[in-house]
């Protein structure tokens, strides 16, 4: 089955800088591939998705870029703020329905 | 609100006794999603429904574990003879369905799950 890895586990960046986040998936029958931000005791946000027919998305601060022939997938967040700050999660899917999760990273922007 | 809605936000009980849990999907959605999440990792699948239909199961789905979807509209979620392994969140998710390439892949959308504790 498919297994996404995300790194880091935890950021740290001061307000204003920019911030990457990494996922590599194994199937590379996968085709789509959503983010979400998860705050403490809400359930998982979706801020950006991207299909495998398409490089990079971008959505005011929020990019995502996905290389197909080395199965990566990276967020971008410009201009960071304090209420960035969470667990983002980056997912892959193969048959548009069962979403596999990265381990998350824990996002802290400090003021 | 029109987002996915779960109830109950909490449980605690004890070990061997049976939890149910219930999820709304949002209204126009036919597809509806259960994942677990313990404490510190990403949501992992645990069984799916298009309409009424239960179309794929995880293994991490034991026989303790049953989904339903009646009238496919809401889902029940029901532990039977709960075991501390089972404390984690319970999330479902919703989302549209269209056949075809490219757009059989549609944003899931998730609920604030219910978070069940086994004493």
């Known amino acids: 089955g498919e297994n996404v890895e995300q790194h880091p586990s935890t950021l740290s960046v001061q307000e204003g800088d920019s911030a990457v986040i990494k996922c590599t998936y194994s199937d590379s029958a996968s085709n789509y591939f959503p983010w979400y931000k998860q705050e403490l005791g809400k359930g998982p946000q979706l801020i950006i998705d991207?299909?495998?027919?398409?490089g990079e998305k971008k959505d005011q601060r929020i990019a995502v870029t996905l290389n197909k022939t080395a199965k990566h997938f990276s967020l971008h967040i410009t201009e960071t703020q304090p209420e960035d700050s969470a667990v983002y999660f980056c997912a892959a899917s193969t048959r548009g329905n069962m979403l596999t999760f990265g381990g998350g990273t824990r996002l802290m922007v400090k003021p | 609100d029109t987002g996915v809605s779960q109830n109950p936000r909490h449980k605690i009980t004890k070990r061997g006794q049976n939890v149910t849990f219930r999820c709304d999907p949002i209204s126009e959605h036919n597809r509806l999603y259960w994942y677990r999440q313990t404490l510190g990792q990403g949501p992992e699948f645990l069984t799916y429904?298009?309409?009424?239909?239960?179309?794929?199961k995880s293994r991490l789905l034991s026989d303790r574990f049953s989904a339903e979807r009646p009238k496919g509209s809401f889902s029940t979620l029901e532990i039977q003879r709960t075991e501390q392994g089972d404390s984690a969140m319970y999330l479902c998710?919703?989302?549209?369905?269209?056949?075809?390439?490219?757009?059989?892949?549609?944003?899931?959308?998730f609920g604030d799950g219910t978070r069940l504790s086994i004493l």
């Open positions: 429904f298009q309409n009424e239909a239960q179309l794929e």
């Open positions: 998710a919703s989302s549209s369905h269209y056949t075809g390439y490219p757009y059989s892949n549609q944003p899931q959308h």
């Open positions: 991207i299909r495998s027919n398409v």
